[in-house]
């Protein structure tokens, strides 16, 4: 049977609407209504809520920091020329052994693999630190650490007020607490240069995206554990504020 020219047009018609119509809804039945990159993007639905790329990233760079700073406050710890830094050290070290354990505590359920190194520019603060020795090396170690945790300090915040996965929100506060606890103690030492501090946390970023990303795991490895230290006695969730100045 034969169809006139009319009647050709007006299926060729209906079925590039109906290519288009479905192009449209395929994407939001996925839930892939926004663009790869789109931090808002929901990339798994748990039953803990849908977790979007914010969050997922928000998991991997909490893990991520642990992955520098513990070992970087084992070395406050142990080199560190004054009492302050000693805290400091002590503070770091429990702190982001209990960040850990709930980065591993919660991955597999939100189905996220977690790193086993800090990206290059974390090992890259590590090894600047540890070539410094005395007050340099204090010096170092404290204004290096104040710039990651105050870049990180709203980027919690953001994450608290709009994630809408429950394990994430309790891995939000709780780095909140433990992140509040970091700056005060560094603080307390006496040695923040809050000028170049606040220039460089707030500064646009410099480095390519690999240099600032952790690598993942190679196949097969197995995930590092940042040991908990009960025997330093420390409590990260209520932070001490410094005195004011204008204090009697």
């Not at 105050?150 to 953001?158: C, E, L, S, T, V």
């Not at 005060?184 to 600032?212: I, N, R, S």
Request: proline share 8%; aromatic share 4%.
């Amino acid at each position: 049977m034969r169809l006139s020219r009319s009647r050709i047009g007006v299926v060729v018609l209906f079925a590039a609407m109906t290519l288009t119509l479905t192009a449209l809804a395929f994407p939001a039945v996925l839930g892939l209504d926004k663009p790869d990159g789109n931090q808002n993007r929901v990339v798994a639905s748990t039953k803990y809520g849908p977790l979007t790329e914010a969050d997922r990233d928000f998991v991997v760079k909490v893990r991520a920091a642990g992955l520098w700073e513990y070992p970087l406050g084992e070395s406050v710890l142990e080199r560190g020329t004054t009492k302050e830094m000693k805290t400091a050290g002590e503070h770091l070290i429990v702190g982001h052994a209990g960040l850990d354990a709930m980065c591993r505590e919660i991955s597999p359920e939100l189905g996220i693999t977690l790193p086993n190194r800090a990206s290059p520019q974390q090992e890259g603060f590590v090894t600047t630190v540890n070539s410094k020795s005395g007050k340099e090396f204090d010096s170092s170690a404290v204004n290096i650490m104040r710039v990651t945790h105050g870049q990180i300090f709203p980027a919690i915040a953001k994450i608290r007020a709009s994630t809408n996965n429950t394990l994430v929100r309790q891995l939000a506060d709780l780095a909140n607490d433990t992140v509040l606890d970091h700056i005060t103690v560094l603080e307390k030492t006496g040695l923040v240069e809050y000028d170049q501090v606040t220039f460089k946390q707030t500064g646009p970023a410099k480095l390519p995206k690999e240099k600032v990303t952790p690598p993942p795991p190679q196949p097969g490895e197995q995930v590092l554990v940042l040991k908990d230290r009960p025997d330093l006695n420390v409590d990260t969730a209520a932070p001490t504020p410094t005195p004011s100045p204008a204090a009697p």
